[in-house]
């Protein structure tokens, strides 16, 4: 794929960080920036090698005594990460009205410039608190009424399952929901999946880039291509997918794509990212979780 590799990826949202390196933990920081940085070889060798991912583990302030299998809803922060919150957080109690309002507030808007890694342009990206607020914001800002059918399939994510039944209950629009094999070996397979499933009340497409009950990666550049010659949006949930490996929005063409900042990127939990490709976004919306 095009783009940063993902090595490449995090150095470079490491150099940011690099003065705060200093005033937090430079002896653990250093060396796992510096093993993120300047590590080559086959993926599988690296993988292979315990004393850099020694260094990598030192970054992070994990309980030892607990096995984590699970950093795919919110990944355990780097020490450093935790450090800045909570340096922000000190300052901004020092004097809200002025330190929050006026120092830290406008200090968000800049962070948008991560659209560069996505290949996108800054205004067509919203900060969000996670992925399911900006499909949220997505599934209930698009225009659909009584009869209108949205697609999507078994395999996605319950919460925006169910906000679509939200409003299949209030506004008498229709889920249609179709299984995928897994695992799900022939992108072709998948396509043909959704184009037979798609009718003439077929408005919306709802559907995972990488399924985070698999790991299943899909073809999201084929179906957004397939949906366009019919004239149906596609809203691609990127939750699990940003930053765990090498795209970028060239590689799936799609117009709506939401995601977690907190998971793979290991940005602050509750940070999240939305894009509507084209058009300028707001930077807030209602709440929710994941």
């Known amino acids: 794929m095009s783009g940063l590799s993902?090595?490449?990826?995090?150095?470079?949202?490491?150099?940011p960080a690099v003065a705060a390196v200093i005033l937090t933990r430079p002896d653990i920081m250093g060396k796992a920036l510096a093993a993120v940085k300047d590590t080559n070889g086959h993926p599988e060798n690296i993988a292979r090698d315990e004393s850099f991912w020694f260094e990598i583990q030192q970054a992070y302030t994990a309980d030892r005594s607990m096995i984590n299998l699970n950093n795919g809803g919110v990944s355990?922060?780097?020490a450093i990460v935790q450090e800045a919150m909570k340096r922000h957080l000190?300052?901004?109690?020092?004097?809200?009205?002025?330190?929050?309002?006026?120092?830290?507030e406008p200090q968000r808007e800049p962070i948008r410039r991560l659209a560069r890694f996505f290949h996108c342009d800054a205004e067509e990206v919203a900060l969000t608190r996670n992925a399911s607020e900006g499909l949220q914001i997505l599934q209930n800002g698009f225009d659909l009424g009584?009869?209108?059918?949205?697609?999507?399939?078994?395999?996605?994510?319950p919460r925006m399952i169910n906000t679509f039944k939200q409003r299949e209950c209030r506004e008498g629009i229709t889920i249609r929901q179709f299984p995928i094999p897994v695992p799900a070996e022939n992108d072709d397979e998948i396509v043909g999946?959704?184009?037979?499933?798609i009718t003439s009340r077929t408005k919306l497409i709802l559907m995972c880039h990488m399924i985070n009950i698999t790991g299943q990666i899909l073809p999201v550049?084929?179906?957004v291509h397939l949906a366009r010659r019919k004239k149906i949006p596609v809203l691609v949930d990127g939750a699990h997918s940003f930053a765990h490996f090498d795209f970028t929005l060239q590689d799936l063409e799609c117009?709506?794509?939401?995601?977690s900042l907190h998971k793979w990127l290991c940005a602050p939990h509750g940070t999240g990212m939305l894009l509507c490709a084209g058009r300028k976004l707001p930077v807030s919306?209602?709440?929710?979780?994941?």
Request: charged letters at 25%; proline letters at 7%; one cysteine or more.
């Open 193 to 197: 999946l959704f184009e037979e499933n």
């Open 221 to 223: 550049k084929k179906v």
């Open 90 to 104: 000190d300052y901004s109690n020092t004097s809200p009205a002025y330190t929050m309002w006026r120092i830290l």
């Open 6 to 15: 993902r090595r490449q990826f995090l150095s470079a949202v490491a150099k």
């Open 146 to 157: 009584a009869g209108d059918e949205v697609l999507t399939t078994t395999q996605d994510y």
């Open 76 to 78: 355990p922060a780097p």
């Open 285 to 290: 919306g209602p709440c929710r979780r994941r």
């Open 255 to 259: 117009d709506y794509y939401a995601t």
